[in-house]
């Protein structure tokens, strides 16, 4: 099987990733002290933690949060920042993690004004001004499109943010071991991140940070921490990771992120980047191809098409059951994107590679979609 | 047509879904072959991409889609909300396909 939807859920793994997890596994459950275990090793949760640090450009990992995804983490923060009846902005390229929770918790946000984006999914710095002409108390953004890759400049979107006095609140989860994230360099008060993507963690692994001095009220509250005896919490004392935590998930991470830190975050975007122009040479000479977002230089490892005559279920129905090639057909969960790219109806069919795809994959995809085209032309 | 039975219909595994349609798999005990897609016809209008390395068809109306590839022990029908009767709708229509092999 060719998997060319590695933006949902990467596949394959490096080989240490598997052997983290198994390790975890089978080793004893480690120590909570109050039990006499404890002692020597490494702590696994710390670990991980400064890894992310290190990785998202953060400066201080002991405000970095596990999470079970990208999705756990929005809602944490919607839910937790101080954004109740005030008015809060996102980018038309966001996904459903962060706009389904932040028009449905309602109780916890204000009215939601999206920001537009032109048509390769690009938020230029300007729109996020005009936005801003009123009040908001933050801005929800992606990093990287994970529909058309773009990459938006947020070095100058946080820098407006800040101006007009809002909180910048940034989306990883396309990004994240893909392209450099500067989280402290960019001013970032409040990040999302996956595992299962770009930094080949198990599905059900992510974090979020949230800049030091700005309080979150938990999302949750529940077993373990540091007062056994302690029922009711003061902002001074808030926790955020009650409850027994996906161990064998976070070592497992700690891997993938260790192995995208040792092969160099910006070598891994240049590999992506080399993959994703070969796909976009290929899929534009073929007849009835439609590639989008063309007028962006540089994107993340994702790319979209359509092809005329063939809706993008049929056409990723043809890949899978044909050529055994999964990629991923639709909205791909940021409905409000394809308003840009004149796509609500039907979507796209998604490519998208890792550190892991190989050119030869690409080429079999090319070879396949060459066949398909044809098809196609003679049907038409 | 080519006699065949439907083993067992599966509600889609498709768990991040796009238009809020329901799915369901028609597992067959014979491959899909050219005669069983023109008899579904009656279902909505017909593509057929007969050039393709396996064939690939699609009958789509306004509230109903079905769509495999020759060769498969199966195909896919979607449907709208309000039409999920169609699912036995389709079991029937295909139980009573001419049997020319002598399988009921």
């Known amino acids: ?380 | 047509m080519s006699a065949f039975r439907i083993v067992e219909i599966i509600p889609s595994r498709e768990r991040c879904a796009e238009a809020g349609w329901y799915a369901w798999d028609f597992i067959l005990d014979t491959p899909v072959d050219e005669a069983l897609i023109l008899s579904l016809r009656p279902f909505g209008s017909l593509l057929y991409l007969k050039s393709l390395s396996r064939p690939f068809f699609k009958v789509e109306s306004d509230v109903s889609l079905i769509k495999g590839l020759v060769g498969d022990n199966f195909f896919r029908l979607s449907a709208h909300d309000s039409r999920r009767d169609l699912v036995q709708e389709v079991e029937r229509f295909l139980a009573a396909a001419p049997d020319t092999n002598g399988k009921q």
Request: aromatic share 6%; with cysteine.
């Open chain 1, 1 to 380: 099987m060719i998997n060319l939807n590695q933006a949902a859920t990467t596949w394959p793994k490096p080989a240490c990733v598997t052997e983290a997890m198994t390790a975890a596994f089978s080793a004893p459950p480690p120590g909570q002290f109050r039990s006499g275990a404890g002692g020597d090793g490494a702590d696994v949760m710390e670990d991980t933690r400064q890894q992310l640090a290190d990785l998202l450009g953060i400066g201080n990992p002991g405000r970095v949060f596990f999470a079970s995804g990208a999705t756990d983490a929005a809602n944490a923060l919607i839910r937790g920042l101080p954004l109740a009846g005030r008015r809060v902005l996102a980018s038309q390229t966001e996904h459903n993690s962060v706009l389904r929770p932040l028009m449905n918790l309602r109780r916890h946000v204000g009215k939601v004004d999206i920001i537009p984006c032109d048509e390769n999914g690009t938020v230029s710095p300007e729109a996020v001004s005009a936005m801003l002409e009123d009040p908001a108390a933050a801005v929800f953004i992606s990093h990287c499109s994970n529909v058309t890759g773009a990459i938006q400049d947020l070095a100058a979107i946080g820098e407006i943010v800040h101006r007009k006095g809002a909180m910048l609140v940034v989306d990883v989860a396309q990004s994240a071991g893909c392209l450099p994230v500067g989280a402290d360099a960019w001013g970032v008060d409040a990040l999302i991140v996956t595992g299962h993507k770009g930094l080949f963690g198990p599905q059900g692994t992510g974090a979020y940070y949230v800049r030091p001095g700005l309080t979150l009220e938990p999302f949750r509250f529940g077993g373990t921490g540091r007062n056994s005896s302690q029922l009711i919490y003061t902002p001074e004392d808030y926790e955020y990771e009650p409850g027994t935590q996906n161990l064998p998930g976070i070592a497992a991470l700690g891997a993938g992120i260790r192995w995208c830190l040792s092969a160099g975050v910006e070598n891994i975007a240049k590999q992506e980047r080399r993959l994703i122009a070969r796909l976009r040479d290929g899929l534009r000479s073929l007849p009835g191809v439609h590639v989008y977002a063309n007028g962006l230089s540089e994107t993340g490892p994702v790319l979209s098409f359509t092809l005329a005559g063939l809706s993008p279920a049929d056409l990723a129905y043809i890949l899978s059951g044909t050529y055994d090639i999964r990629v991923r057909a639709g909205l791909h969960c940021a409905p409000l994107i394809h308003r840009a790219l004149g796509t609500e109806n039907g979507g796209t069919l998604r490519v998208s590679v890792s550190a892991l795809t190989r050119e030869a994959e690409i080429d079999q995809f090319l070879c396949a979609m060459g066949e398909i085209a044809a098809a196609q032309e003679v049907r038409s």
